[in-house]
């Protein structure tokens, strides 16, 4: 299939684009939310280039915590000085009651930006369900102002966000989905979106996508890893026309495979921890655990191998 161009204006509608890290989430030692050191955390992503920052999603180990947990942390990112569009809050939840209030309270604060995980207890569901679903989300939350990602994760979920379910819902409400971010490692799904929906922000879940979702027409990504390779992502996004960008894409994928050999949140606070010298990174909530001294020395020398922590921040 031939590469799409980005045309200007669609560059210019899309106004969520580019290299937004799912932003890891600090805890104290008694697992509470460290938000002091996550909002040092997003002004640094922010500061290294990326284009936003996503809170509350799989990598911020949100379905650990609590609805007020969860609304604590948008309290304090809301009440810092960080610019509301520059963050898309994670707020799906099992119960419908709970994704509805804690959407409500994200945008009482200025967020108008959600990534919406579907309801993912029950397996094998219909579409009709789905749709309902987002139906009544809609429906309960009438606001031009809500703009929300899908979330497509179906091998933590099990269900599928399909290109049928996206026309449904796009055509019902066109100024409220506005994107999707596409976790489900699979680049003909991706490809396919981008080629249906062309102006809708199809964003790959892994920057390992990155270059080939932008020569596709996507919007770019949201992912872990960005919160370590975040500026090396960033020169690939600024690059991906030229031919320095395969280069850039190729190293980037390196590292992007290279930790994915390890338990991801595990490793990416233990590479936090190192990189920083800052050893409040090093707690994770059950039924997350840290990484095996073995498997840290090992993550040390994939570090060393793959040059991660040398001007990747």
């Known amino acids: 299939m031939s590469e799409m161009k980005h045309s200007t204006m669609t560059r210019k509608e899309q106004h969520i684009q580019g290299v937004w890290t799912a932003a890891l989430t600090p805890l104290h030692a008694d697992l509470s939310p460290d938000t002091d050191l996550l909002l040092e955390h997003c002004h640094r992503l922010l500061a290294s280039g990326c284009n936003g920052v996503v809170l509350l999603g799989t990598t911020g180990e949100a ?4 609805l007020k947990e969860r609304m604590q942390i948008v309290n304090a990112v809301g009440q810092a000085d960080i610019a509301s569009e520059k963050c898309i809050i994670g707020t799906g939840c099992c119960s419908f009651s709970d994704t509805m209030e804690l959407s409500q309270y994200a945008l009482d604060r200025g967020f108008h930006q ?3 995980l579907p309801p993912f207890y029950y397996k094998e569901i219909q579409q009709d369900g789905l749709l309902e679903y987002f139906n009544l989300l809609l429906n309960k939350i009438r606001t031009p102002e809500l703009k929300i990602l899908y979330y497509h994760f179906p091998k933590l979920t099990g269900i599928t966000i399909s290109k049928e379910f996206i026309s449904k819902l796009n055509g019902k409400y ?3 989905f506005i994107g999707i971010k596409d976790s489900s490692g699979d680049w003909a799904h991706m490809q396919e979106l981008c080629h249906s929906f062309p102006g809708f922000q199809i964003f790959a879940g892994s920057e390992e996508f990155l270059l080939s979702i932008m020569k596709n027409g996507g919007a770019g990504c949201i992912s872990a890893t960005t919160n370590i390779t975040g500026t090396l992502a960033v020169e690939v996004y600024k690059k991906w026309q030229g ?13 992007r495979k290279a930790i994915a050999g390890f338990p991801l949140i595990p490793a990416l606070k233990t590479i936090m921890a190192v990189i920083h010298n800052d050893n409040r990174w090093l707690t994770l909530r059950p039924p997350h655990v840290l990484l095996t001294q073995d498997e840290q020395l090992k993550l040390l020398a994939v570090m060393k191998t793959v040059g991660i922590g040398q001007n990747l921040f």
Do not use: A, D, M, R
């Open 63 to 66: 379905n650990s915590f609590s």
């Open 114 to 116: 959600l990534l919406i």
């Open 174 to 176: 066109p100024h409220n």
């Open 243 to 255: 031919s320095e960008g395969k280069v850039l894409q190729e190293k980037l994928t390196g590292i």
